[in-house]
């Protein structure tokens, strides 16, 4: 059975003790030291490292199992080691909770926005699967989720909603002590620079779709041991990944969609194919099947 490397995660928790110091822009210059996450060791590229697979949306297309769903990331868990990519949005009381969508109708048997209720108002709602098949499962805290990524060693890719400021969310995992098991996902060059200078602590996933992407993220001052590449859903030429790779950056490709049904019609080899190309990390709505394909198991 092949081991998956991130479970070495429990030992790096334990051991990694890395800081950096950080020079402040006042008057003086001031110098203080930050604890960075144990995932900016963990996650830099190595050659021959064991593929990830990135579970997008907690959990998708799974009968009885919804997406952002608390009970789906255990039950995935129990199954293939994974990474989870999980949505953060915010409720009328500004209490953060993990859904998709802005509205409840397609993932939940509520109606409307989300902001229209509070998190009490919402524990009157049930979750659905991506077949509208009602569960007994509701819509998860945030803060509970972190709980249960640290009691487990699980790894948790944040997408943060549009409606949610990136500080409050670094705020809540914090204060959770989370900062091991979370990094952070950005689209831009504007958010990844926001998020970086709020906590340079943490890894950040950022967009390198391309040679233009990839030269903005490397003249910026974020550190390129704070990176991790999506580069998109579509693939690129093999040496762009190697590129990536060679700054010391793991590769993330997004096959959830075209991809992921492409490689259904072809018996599933393509993912192994891609990960030749110099993926390292898979992103996709077909766990299950994306970790046979490349030999991933508990």
């Not at 233009?212 to 910026?220: G, H, P, T, V």
Request: charged share 25%; aromatic share 10%.
């Amino acid at each position: 059975m092949k081991h998956f490397y991130y479970l070495l995660l429990v030992v790096l928790f334990v051991s990694c003790k890395n800081e950096v110091s950080k020079t402040s822009t006042s008057t003086e210059t001031e110098t203080q030291t930050i604890k960075k996450s144990a995932l900016i060791e963990a996650f830099k590229y190595k050659p021959n490292a064991d593929p990830i697979i990135s579970v997008h949306r907690g959990g998708k297309s799974i009968k009885n199992y919804p997406e952002n769903c608390l009970e789906t990331l255990q039950y995935v868990n129990d199954s293939i080691p994974a990474i989870y990519e999980i949505d953060i949005a915010k409720t009328k009381d500004n209490t953060l909770v993990l859904l998709h969508d802005n509205s409840l109708g397609r993932t939940t048997t509520g109606t409307g926005k989300l902001t229209d209720y509070s998190y009490q108002e919402l524990k009157a709602f049930n979750l659905e699967d991506d077949f509208g098949n009602e569960t007994t499962f509701k819509i998860p805290l945030f803060t509970d989720i972190l709980k249960w990524a640290k009691s487990n060693n699980v790894v948790l890719t944040v997408d943060i909603k549009r409606s949610v400021a990136v500080e409050t969310v670094i705020d809540a995992i914090r204060a959770e002590k989370a900062e091991d098991v979370c990094l952070i996902i950005t689209y831009n060059m504007e958010q990844a620079q926001k998020a970086y200078n709020y906590a340079p602590e943490l890894l950040l996933s950022v967009s390198g779709r391309n040679e233009k992407e990839l030269n903005w993220l490397l003249d910026s001052n974020i550190p390129t041991e704070n990176m991790f590449a999506f580069t998109g859903t579509r693939l690129s030429p093999d040496n762009f990944y190697k590129t990536v790779q060679s700054h010391g950056i793991k590769t993330i490709l997004g096959t959830l969609g075209n991809l992921d049904k492409q490689a259904e019609s072809k018996g599933d080899t393509p993912y192994k194919v891609w990960q030749e190309k110099g993926i390292d990390v898979f992103a996709t709505d077909r766990p299950f099947a994306a970790a046979k394909a490349l030999g991933i198991s508990k």
